[in-house]
């Protein structure tokens, strides 16, 4: 009987790290499969190698932002026009980094990723792909909810120390181009 319950254990928990892994991947895959958990310098060299990926390094003396100065910010900026993981079509994809000196390090401490789209119905269906994407990993979708100009789903994965919370926007920019984006934060 011991070895039968230790038996299921055993399968309760692989089963979960696969369902955990799965999350991971997915994640990583939306960043053309770099590993943006370590928040390493060595990550933008990895994103800068990627094929169909344009890079653009910004360096600044200082920045300031919600009235904190950064000194010796550099901004990691990468444009892209398709994404294996989404089938539906985008007209741009951004993936902003944003690093920072900690100590002697440099480290990345701000990530944006973003698809822009010209039309509402191509970014609904975008949004909708992506939430069924998440979905298929047993990604559990926390909250959603929707707000005129705005929709948003948050998935969580319990297991997953890389990724635990991924939150996606879907909303409509407004600037002179009326662009629809999707933009996705990590907690």
Known sequence: MLKLFIGFCFFINATLL????????KVEQLFFNVDISDHSIAMTEKLASVKDISFQKIPSSASTFENQTFIGMTRFWYEFKSLPA????FTLGIIDMKSNMLG?????????????F?????????????????GETGGKPRLFRVK?????????????DKYPDIIFHLFNDNNPEKKFKIRLFMK
């Open 86 to 89: 989404l089938s539906t079509p």
């Open 118 to 134: 010209d039309t509402k119905e191509t970014a609904q269906k975008a949004f909708e792909e992506l939430k069924q994407y998440f």
């Open 148 to 160: 005129p100009g705005l929709a948003s789903v948050e998935y969580e994965s319990t297991g997953s």
């Open 104 to 116: 002697k390090d440099e480290v990345i401490n701000d990530i944006t990723w973003e698809l822009e």
């Open 18 to 25: 696969a369902q955990n892994h799965s999350f991971d991947q």
